[in-house]
């Protein structure tokens, strides 16, 4: 630090002119290069602001992405993962972790809580929560307007191949989805509602996650007879109520860096630690562009619950942005560079290559020669059930030694 000091001396005073203080601070791409070289160092912890987080993760809303994030800090940190004791699943949902004795044994911990959770599950309460995680741990999850999150699921799932063979295109199923789910489609792993299991569909499934009690409000129900039922009105209210006052911060899908922006600051983390590269994203076959409003409106008819969850975290999320008391366009700038740079040394710049997965393409970047040497690099873009398996090595290792 400079300090530049002007000053007037007389025999009976001495008179003070402002002073100039210059200070060597950083600029935004000397932090780029500096959080660069912190996420080479991924398998280095400084040991500061370890935190236990429990992921609300919700189907096609970038929660793929966010557990990616969270997957890199708690390797980074020597953290436990929540992971199904079986090989052959990556998410315990529509169970929740306390479901988990009789229907998805965890991979034991050796503690006797877990630091992270970053599978799919069941939300219930953070009083239920707290008897396999511990005690102020850090609850957030990500919602997305279900008007998109159905045709997010219709393309990543391949809906459109499964229904063409029945002469059913997305209009038509837009007009009945739960009847064409239970007829044509069976993925129980991703659809299956926690009160009904033979029911598989999309129905309200961001609130089913979030912890909605489906058995008071049954599968099926829409806005119309949610509006002419008080009872129903009541449950969700009170749903919504706790959603808000037990998790602490929610991502909007559709701001997804402002909200990763928010993120980095409020939990303490690294931009390094918030870079990211779109995971599990399905090639784009439709898009919410191409509904009609009366096509949109049948929808929201049919997830009315989850349209006025979105509403809610939307509000709850435009909210806090307009009393944060630091630029957001500044973070938001970092993190999109700092991801770019990350992304141009660890993949072959602009070539996608595609994959087909369990159910549809999806996309993936080449790693670069140099980004191929560098696990670091592989962590970063890494699809899910990659992530798990590696999850469930390093847990069962730790368990053994215990």
């Keep these: 630090m400079i300090i530049f000091a002007i000053v007037y001396l007389s025999k009976n005073k001495i008179e003070e002119f402002p002073v100039t203080i210059a200070v060597n601070r950083k600029t935004p791409n000397e932090i780029i290069e500096s959080e660069f070289e912190s996420f080479l160092e991924c398998e280095k912890s400084t040991g500061e602001n370890i935190q236990n987080f429990y992921l609300v993760k ?19 940190h020597g953290l436990s993962f929540v992971e199904p004791n079986s090989l052959k699943t990556n998410q315990i949902f529509p169970y929740s972790h306390l479901d988990t004795v009789s229907k998805y044994p965890l991979i034991p911990s050796c503690g006797k809580t877990y630091n992270l959770s970053t599978i799919h599950s069941r939300y219930e309460g953070k009083e239920l929560l707290e008897k396999t995680m511990p ?12 008007i998109s999150q159905l045709i997010s ?18 209009n038509k199923f837009i ?26 569909s999309m129905w309200n499934q961001q609130s089913q996650v979030f912890g909605l009690y489906d058995y008071k409000i049954p599968a099926g129900v829409g806005r119309k007879q949610i509006l002419e039922n008080v009872i129903y009105q009541q449950e969700i209210d009170k749903f919504l109520e706790r959603v808000d006052r037990e998790v602490e911060f929610v991502f909007i899908a559709e701001h997804f860096i402002e909200s990763m922006a928010i993120f980095r600051k409020m939990f303490q983390l690294d931009y390094s630690d918030v870079a990211h590269f779109q995971i599990n994203s399905a090639v784009k076959n439709n898009s919410k562009d191409e ?22 975290m939307l509000d709850k999320f435009e909210k806090l942005k307009s009393n944060l008391n630091y630029d957001l366009n500044y973070e938001v ?70």
């Design 153 to 170: 699921f219709f393309n990543y799932m391949d809906v459109a191949a499964i229904l063409k063979r029945k002469g059913i295109n997305i």
């Design 291 to 312: 509904l009609t409003e009366q096509q949109q409106d049948l929808i929201i008819e049919w997830s009315y619950i989850d349209w006025l969850l979105y509403q809610r």
């Design 135 to 146: 005690k102020g741990t850090r609850i957030f999850g990500s919602v997305r307007n279900p």
């Design 333 to 402: 700038d970092i993190i999109e560079r700092t991801s770019a740079r990350i992304l141009d040394f660890c993949t072959t710049p602009n070539h996608y290559k595609i994959v087909q997965g369990e159910f549809c393409p999806i996309k993936l970047l080449d790693l670069s020669k140099e980004g191929q040497k560098n696990v670091c690099c592989k962590r970063i873009t890494q699809q899910e059930w990659e992530i798990n398996r590696i999850l469930k090595e390093l847990m069962k290792e730790s368990s053994a030694h215990c």
């Design 58 to 76: 919700t189907y096609k809303a970038a929660s793929s992405t966010l557990s990616n994030v969270l997957y890199r800090y708690g390797l980074k």
């Design 175 to 200: 007009k009945d989805p739960l009847m064409y789910s239970r007829k044509y489609l069976w993925f129980p792993k991703y659809f299956k509602l926690s009160d009904s299991p033979t029911e598989f």
